[in-house]
Every structure is written in C-alpha cells, then in structure tokens.
C-alpha cells in the first residue's frame, strides 16, 4: 500500500470518528436475548429491543473484528432476519456499498425496534466466524449474535445481554453475571465493546482450573469445554505451569490491567482452531487430545502463553491505528510487527520461563523461524517486512498456504520474534547488562490497573519509551528490518544470545521421520531444506521452495508425489532418494500427478537431507539461556 493512499484512509478514518464523537451520548440500554438452547443442531437465535426514534436508521452488523485485523465478520451466516415496531414488520434494505449495514425506517410513534435473526453456525472456516459449535459445547461470539445502531462509539452503547443454554451445560466468561436461573443468565449491562471482548465458553464437559498464584491477589481460571470428559484431564504439572505463566507475567510487566482473567479454551476436533485475544479472557482452541501428546501440550502452552500477553500488548497497548473504536471502519494494521511480533516473542519466552517450554524446545522453535524466513522464505527478497503486516486485511494467508515461501503471510509474527529478541540482546550489549527488554516491558505495559483500560500509542512513542531504557537510533534499528528486502533471516539476537543456527542431517528432537508438519512456517516438512517441498504423508505438495531444486524440475503446490524413483511415495522413500542422491550424481526421480497428468520430474539434488538447529558459540556468553530463566519463585 503507498503511503498517499494510507493519508487518504486515515483521514477518512479521522472523519468518520469526528462525525460520531460529536453527536453520540449514552442512550438507552438496548436488550439482548441469545438462544442458545439449541446450538447442538448449529442454530442460534437472536432477539433484540433496540431504543429508537422514528426516521431512518441504519444499523450495523460488526465487520472488523478486533485481533483478527480483517473484515470478517460473519455476515453471510445471519439468516431469517427481521425488524419490527409495536407490533408491525418494518421493511429492510441493505446498504449497496457496505454489506454489514442495513437501513429501516423507524414509524412514526415508534420508541423501540424489536430485531430477530438467527446465526447459523459454520461447518469449517477460519477465525471466531468459523465452526464453534459441536454436538457438546459452543463458543459464543457476541458479535457474530447482534447488530448496533450507527452513530455512536462502541463504549456509548450499553447492551444488557441474556444468553439461554441447553439443559445442564455450565460455562465461563469474563462478563460479569447479575443473575442465573437455571439454564438462563443475565450478564450485567455492559458497554458493546466490552461485551463484544468477552466472549462466552459452555458445554456439557466443562472444568474450571484455578492458576492464581499464591499470594497474587487478583484470580486467574482456566474455563475449559470439550467434546469428552476425558479431554479436559489436565495433569498437576501442567496445572503449575500456567500457574507458572501467570506468576511470570507479573514478575515481567509489574502490572495487570484486568479485574480477573479467563483463559477460555477449547478442546474439539470439530471447531476452528486458533486463539483470539480479550482484554479480560481469551478464545484459545485446540484438538481434543491436547493434553495427551508432548506436542499438543507444547502447542497449547505456546498458545495460551502468546493470548495471554496479548491483555498487555495489544488490548492494553495498542497502536492508535488498531484503535478505531467501531467495527465498521477499516483498521490500519502497519504496526502489527509490534502488536503480534512483540506478542509472538514475549509469549515464547514467558512459555520457556514458566516450564511449558524446555530450553531445548524454546530454541528449536527459534531455529524452526530462522530457518522459515532464511532459505524458506525467498519472498523476503521482492516484499519487504512492513508490507506483509500494511496489506494482511486483504491477503491473510490463513485461508491457503500454497506458495506462502514465494507470496510470504503474517511474516510479522515471527520475524517480528527475530527482531525483538535483536531489540533485547541489543539493549542488553547498550547497557553492558544492566539492562533488557523486562525494563522495557515493566514501562511499556505498566501503569495502575483501572480494569481493561487502552492506552493507544505510535511509532514515536515506542522508540522514546526505547530509548529511556538504553539510547540508541531505535527508528533506523526498525525502519533497516521492516524495509529490508535479504534473503538472510534477521538471527542478529540468536548470534548475540550465543548461539548460530545451522544444518545437518539430523532432524530436531520431537521430529517425526515423517514428511508433513514440523519445521515452522507454511507446512514445513523434512524435505523444505532439501529439495525444496513441503509435502504431505500422502505425497501432497503444499509448498515449493521459489527457484528450489523440486521448482526447477517443475513441482509446484497442488501436485501430488506419486512415486519415487520408480516406487510408490512413501515420505520415508523419499528421504531415503535424497540421503542416496548425496552418494552420486544420478538426479531423484518423481514420478507427479499434476491435475489429471502424469509427469517425471528429475530432481537434480545432492545436498543430502538438511535440517535447522540452534548451535552453540562458545565464543560468546549463553545469553539466550539466560533470558529464559524464570524471574518468578515457582
Ligand atoms: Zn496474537
């Protein structure tokens, strides 16, 4: 995006906020029931009384969803809707430019505005706007289940919520409850954007784990639902570890910014998975068995470590630009290198801290990303970092992963871990040791805790609060790395942690001998080094590597391996042909399945299988062990 165009939204932006902060004041509560009572068979059902005067009003789907930092509001699913007043149904007609709005005519003599629709919920689909909801539990979006009255700022419209659930399922929220009667609960009136930050978790097998540290006085619980009883068995040590978590946070920021927290999280096969961060909670979902593998317990750690820093950095501290307090305006997402790659790199090192991570796993991740965004990302050479972070409203690449090396994605959450951790070493090399990010981070996000407060800030303001812990020319240290178009990983903070990422043939520890998964970024696999794919267990190829050894032979995403020199693919084969390749000269033949085609593909490669790894420099103090030291008494 050039920066004219960029001018030219901010100051629609600008205008838009203007218009509405002049007019609005708090009006009437507005009432909404939620039935939920049948969402097992994927049908919620809103019902609205919104306080109005007569004449035309336009109300508002939410479309901008915060931390998801695209349009994507779930409009396509609202079905059945209807307005009425004192008894009469109002005709409707939606906007032809913004699809979220729909304008009615209030009658004359008219005072409320009755709206009922229903949310269909989602088989599959990405984000908080994909599936929620199974045969056993339901994840309750606010946004996805009402529509607002434009003309007012989120914080001026208060909505006293209701939400019915089926019979015997219990559930847990940040919102305050007034009153429970059985299975309905009334939520104390709460501004819209809070109640749209404070999702709600229910279901049949639910568990509630206390992790409030001792001695801390403000409570921590993770609300659990899942498709089993047995899933939600979360073992002691696990249970002191995000205790661990929450103790560490505290030793880090020196401050909270919440009245209690919620981890809400979700074990099912049958929902989207991902995490979305809430100032006072967050919606963390996982498989059903992820308590049960070393590598589920590892992902959900790293998950719930990431969320939770984002009640700090990025709900607490937030750039101005992600701070447009409507939904139905664009966000500006040029900062998400801090609000994510900030986030991405505190949650790791906090998740290290805590116990959730091993040392050994905490650098195999590092040298997974180095890996990623070195060889595994030649897109670094036409599309700078800054650009993959300005254009993600429009070309988020968590819908499709194929060709992400050559195309890149949300590259701003782990470069952006790169580079912070460069920001630490470097404060730590500025100050001889006195000083390091930590300091940072207690001034940064610190402040007293008046409850879910935002206090926005700029580009300027986060290189003035730099350079109080260690001067320095922070703009050039930023503005070198977002515009840098190398095809080397920024590993400056791993080289001056002590450490050098290298390759061998050895795949890291808790790596399967497998083809698919592993190996960071889009897909990974254990031949991304090699001959260039990602490539599944049954021979899929998701990725290419740009101009790699299997691209120069013609294999691109969306072919299928079919055989290796001459033998039915096997992923095991197929390392087998590479670590045979570096024993000659003969090229490795593919057999591919190219849409309804076959086709050989002579790979000429002989560098043997290659695997990245975080290698010791003696020459240099272990800082990075040091960073990952726990600050707390566990
Ligand atoms: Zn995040």
Redesign the pocket.
Known sequence: MNSSLLRRIRLLSLAIFLSVAGQAATGPTITLTLDATQAPTKVLRTHMTIPVKPGPLTLYYPKWIP?EHEPSGPVANVAGLKFSAGGQTIPWRRDSIDMFAFHVDIPKGADALEVDFEYLEPVGGPFSGGASATAKLLVVSWNQNLLYPGGALAEQIRVKATLKLPSGWKFGTALPVAHQSGDEIDFEPAELNRLVDSPVICGEYYRVVDVTPPGEPIHHEIDMAADSEDALEMSPELKQDFTNLVAETGKLFGSRHYRDYHFLLTLSNHVAHF?L?HHESDDSRVGEDAFSSPRGRRSVGGLLS??FV?SWN?KFRRPKDLSAPYYDAPEITDMLWVY?GL??YLGNMLAARSGLWTPQEYRDDLASVAASLGPGRPGRTWRPLQDTTDAIPLMSSFGGRSWGNWRRGADYYEEGNLIWLEVNTTIHQLTHGQKSLDDFCRVFHGGPNNGPELKPYTFDELVSTLNQIAPYDWAKFFHDRLTSTSPDAPVGGIEAGGWKVEFTDKPPRGEGQGGGGGGGGFGGGNTLYSIGLAISQSGDVSDSIHDGPAYRAGITPGMTVVAVNGRKYTAELLRQAIDDAAKGTAPIELLVLNDDYYRTCSVDYHGGEKYPHLVRDESKPDLLDDIIKPLATH
């Open positions: 931390g995490g961060e990431h969320e984002h990025g994510e986030t991405d």
